[in-house]
C-alpha cells in the first residue's frame, strides 16, 4: 500500500493533480478513485477515468486490466489508511470549523485572512463536511501549507467522533449551537455533547465556542484550554465608502476590526478574530470579513435579465435554518427597495418542533414588508390552511408552472431555503 501512497504523491507533485471521486470533475492527470454509494459503484465508471487520461485509477474490480488501474480490494480502508498517512506527513497546524449556522462562511473566511497574512493556508472543499468530505479534502490538502481548515458537519450522535478520530485537529471553533437544529439527536442537550466533542482531540492546543444566542451551562463539560465567549455592544461605522469598521465589547475590553461587509457578516468578522486571536496575537491587516469569503449561492445578488428589465435576485438558496432565514428576512425587510417577492423553502432537521419553527417564520413575515411571499416545501405546505394569505407549493416544480406572473410585477425576488427544497433551480429558470 505505500508504494501506491507514494505513488500519488509523486502524480500530485508533477502534475498538481487532484485526487477526484466523480469522473465528470476528473481532468487530464487527475487521480480517480472509484468509490461505492447507495446510488453508484464508482468502479464502473473506470472507462470515463481512462478517455479522460486519468494519470491513475484506483477501483475495486479485479478484472480490468490496464497500466494506470490499480485494484483496491476495499476502498474505503485504503482511504482511511491513507489519510492517516497523509496526517502523519503533515507539519503544519489543523483547524477544525463545526456548528449550527456560519460553517463555511467562517472557513472561508478564516482561510482568506490567514492567507492575507502571508500563511500558506489549505481548506476544505465547498461545504464537504461528512465523512467522505472531510476524507476528500485531507486527501487533497496541501502538506506544505501552514494550516490546514476543515469543516466539520453532523446530523446524527457519534458522527463528530468520528470525525475528530480521523482529523485530530490542533484549533476547534464552533461557531454556535441553535436549538433549532436538533434533527437526529435526542435534544438540545444532547445536540450540545455531540457537537462538543470536536475537542476530543487528542491533538488539541486550544479551542473557542461562540454561545451569543443560546447559552447553555458547559463549565463542567470542557476544559481550561477551550473558551466560551460572548461579544455585545457592537457598533458599526462605515469608511472608504465600501469598508466597515466595527467595535464591540467582549470580556469587558473594547476591540476594532475591520470588515469588508455589514449585516450578518459582522458577527462572522468578530468571531473570526475572537478565535484567530487565540493562537495568532499579531496581524498586519486588521481586516476580518473578506467579501469572497460567501461562496456561491450565499448571499450572492444576481442581476437577472427579464422582458426588458432587470431583476436582482438576493440568492440564499444554499442551505436555511430557523436562526439564519429570520436574520437574512430581516435584513431584507431592511432594504429600501420596491417590488419585492420573497420565495421561502422550508427548513429541515428540525426533529418534534419542526412545526413550531415554521410557524414562527409565517409569523414574523405577517409582520415584514416584504411585499409578496411564497412558500415552498411540505413543511409549509401542510400549513396552508392556517394562512390563507399566502401562497404555497408542494415543491419547485409547482411554483415554476406559474412564477412568469410573479416575474412581471417583482423586480427584487429574495430566495432561501433548505438545499433539499432545490430552489437554485426556480433561479436558473428566471
Not at 465528470?24 to 468502479?43: A, C, Y
Not at 482561510?111 to 497574512?117: A, G, H, R, S
Not at 475590553?253 to 475591520?258: D, F, Q, R, Y
Not at 418542533?353 to 409582520?367: A, M, P, T
Amino acid at each position: 500500500m505505500q508504494k501506491i501512497f507514494d505513488k500519488i504523491l509523486s502524480i500530485k507533485d508533477k502534475y498538481k493533480s487532484s485526487i477526484v471521486f466523480d469522473t465528470r470533475n476528473l481532468k487530464e492527470n487527475d487521480i480517480f478513485v472509484g468509490i461505492k454509494t447507495q446510488k453508484n459503484d464508482g468502479s464502473l465508471f473506470y472507462k470515463d477515468a481512462v478517455r479522460k487520461k486519468a494519470g491513475l485509477i484506483l477501483i475495486n474490480n479485479p478484472k480490468i486490466n490496464h497500466q494506470n488501474i490499480f485494484q483496491i480490494n476495499n476502498i474505503d480502508n485504503f482511504i482511511l489508511n491513507f489519510c492517516k498517512f497523509l496526517l502523519s506527513q503533515y507539519n503544519g497546524k489543523i483547524i477544525a470549523i463545526t456548528g449550527s449556522v456560519g460553517k463555511t462562511t467562517i472557513k472561508e473566511n478564516i482561510f482568506n485572512i490567514l492567507k492575507k497574512n502571508n500563511f500558506l493556508v489549505s481548506k476544505s472543499y465547498k461545504n464537504f463536511n461528512n465523512k467522505l468530505g472531510l476524507q476528500f479534502s485531507i486527501m487533497n490538502m496541501n502538506l506544505n501549507s501552514d494550516f490546514s481548515i476543515f469543516e466539520l458537519g453532523i446530523n446524527a450522535p457519534r458522527e463528530m467522533k468520528s470525525l475528530i478520530n480521523i482529523l485530530h485537529p490542533h484549533y476547534c471553533l464552533v461557531t454556535g449551537i441553535e436549538n433549532s437544529h436538533i434533527g437526529n439527536f435526542k435534544n438540545f442537550n444532547n445536540l450540545i455533547n455531540n457537537k462538543i466533542q470536536i475537542f476530543h482531540s487528542k491533538n488539541l492546543i486550544k479551542g473557542l465556542i461562540n454561545f451569543s444566542h443560546s447559552k447553555p451551562d458547559l463549565t463542567k463539560k470542557i476544559k481550561s484550554n477551550i473558551q466560551l465567549v460572548n461579544f455585545d455592544k457592537i457598533k458599526v461605522s462605515v469608511y472608504k465608502k465600501t469598508k466597515y469598521s466595527i467595535s464591540f465589547k467582549h470580556n469587558f475590553k473594547k476591540h476594532n476590526i475591520e470588515s469588508d461587509l455589514n449585516g450578518i457578516y459582522i458577527e462572522t468578522a468578530i468571531i473570526s478574530y475572537l478565535f484567530l486571536k487565540r493562537f495568532i496575537k499579531k496581524f498586519h491587516s486588521e481586516k476580518f470579513f473578506y467579501s469572497k469569503s460567501i461562496i456561491d449561492s450565499r448571499g450572492n445578488v444576481i442581476n437577472k435579465d427579464y422582458k426588458s428589465k432587470i431583476i436582482k435576485i438576493y440568492d440564499h438558496s444554499y442551505n436555511s435554518s430557523p436562526y439564519s432565514l429570520k436574520k437574512q428576512l430581516f435584513f431584507f425587510n431592511q432594504k429600501k427597495i420596491s417590488k419585492k417577492l420573497c420565495i421561502i423553502g422550508s427548513m429541515k432537521e428540525l426533529g418534534n418542533n419542526s412545526s413550531n419553527y415554521h410557524i414562527e417564520i409565517l409569523d414574523i413575515i405577517s409582520s415584514f414588508n416584504l411585499g409578496k411571499t411564497i412558500f415552498i416545501g411540505y413543511e409549509f405546505f401542510k400549513l396552508k390552511n392556517m394562512y390563507k394569505n399566502y401562497k404555497f407549493y408542494k415543491s419547485y416544480i409547482d411554483y415554476i408552472k406559474v412564477m412568469n406572473r410573479d416575474l412581471n410585477n417583482f423586480e427584487n425576488i429574495f430566495v432561501m431555503g433548505s438545499r433539499s427544497n432545490q430552489l437554485e433551480k426556480i433561479i436558473e429558470k428566471i
